[in-house]
């Protein structure tokens, strides 16, 4: 099976725009949980998705958002992107629920803001 | 509020050497627990799990880790270093919402480095 993908693998954006970014999950898992990570704050828990609902939220302003397609694919979006949502956004994908199943993740999408 | 602490954001042994790399949580309720590596420019992949089976938990790469309740700890263990083991390692719990299992908290994570 084909692992975790994310796409784009970088970016570069100014303050004030804003961006989506992409994950596509292993076949057959209906979960997907976004990461944030920063050297200052380290990995932190942005959303999951589960067959195409919510299940929970980190605590992100409202500025950071996301969905969850039929075929398991999500996207996050990210407006009026700020210096400090400069970061390594992780995407992972699980049979279940994140919190009790094994997560595979992505290798992740670098977001640069300027 | 549940947390996990990693003692020590840098750790250095020698090829050979024990590797010991410290977790603590607060949670609750039981818990469910799990240690997770990162290579430079990868994602995170699993290394073991706890899940309120057996305390002593094996995982990948002759790592293993105990869950001990009583001191609200799981560190990661492994008894010969190899310089392949130089990596990020990250302890994470998660949460529980309303009896179904929720997110995972990470810690800030360990970097082991492993000398010649």
């Known amino acids: 099976k084909a692992g975790v993908t994310q796409t784009p693998r970088y970016l570069i954006k100014t303050r004030g725009q804003q961006v989506t970014l992409s994950c596509s999950p292993i076949?057959?898992?209906?979960?997907v949980s976004w990461y944030q990570q920063t050297p200052g704050q380290g990995l932190q828990f942005l959303f999951e998705?589960?067959?195409?609902?919510?299940?929970n939220k980190g605590n992100f302003p409202g500025r950071f958002s996301g969905r969850q397609f039929s075929n398991s694919r999500s996207e996050m979006n990210v407006s009026t992107l700020e210096l400090g949502d400069s970061a390594l956004y992780l995407c992972?994908?699980?049979?279940?629920?994140?919190?009790?199943?094994?997560?595979?993740f992505g290798p992740g999408t670098r977001l640069t803001v300027l | 509020a549940q947390s996990v602490t990693q003692l020590g954001s840098h750790v250095s042994v020698s090829e050979g050497a024990l590797v010991l790399l410290r977790c603590n949580y607060s949670?609750?309720?039981?818990?469910?627990l799990f240690w997770y590596v990162q290579y430079p420019n990868q994602g995170l992949q699993l290394l073991l799990k706890?899940?309120?089976?057996?305390?002593l938990v094996k995982g990948i790469n002759g790592f293993e880790a105990e869950f001990k309740k009583s001191e609200t700890s799981f560190h990661l263990t492994k008894p010969s270093a190899h310089m392949s083991d130089a990596a990020e390692y990250f302890c994470?719990?998660?949460?529980?919402?309303?009896?179904?299992?929720?997110?995972?908290?990470f810690g800030k994570g360990t970097k082991l480095s492993v000398k010649p």
């Open positions: 992972a994908s699980s049979e279940g629920l994140a919190g009790y199943n094994e997560q595979f």
């Open positions: 949670s609750s309720v039981p818990p469910y």
């Open positions: 994470a719990v998660s949460l529980y919402y309303g009896g179904s299992q929720g997110n995972l908290i």
């Open positions: 706890y899940t309120s089976a057996a305390t």
């Open positions: 076949s057959g898992h209906r979960s």
């Open positions: 998705y589960f067959s195409e609902t919510q299940r």
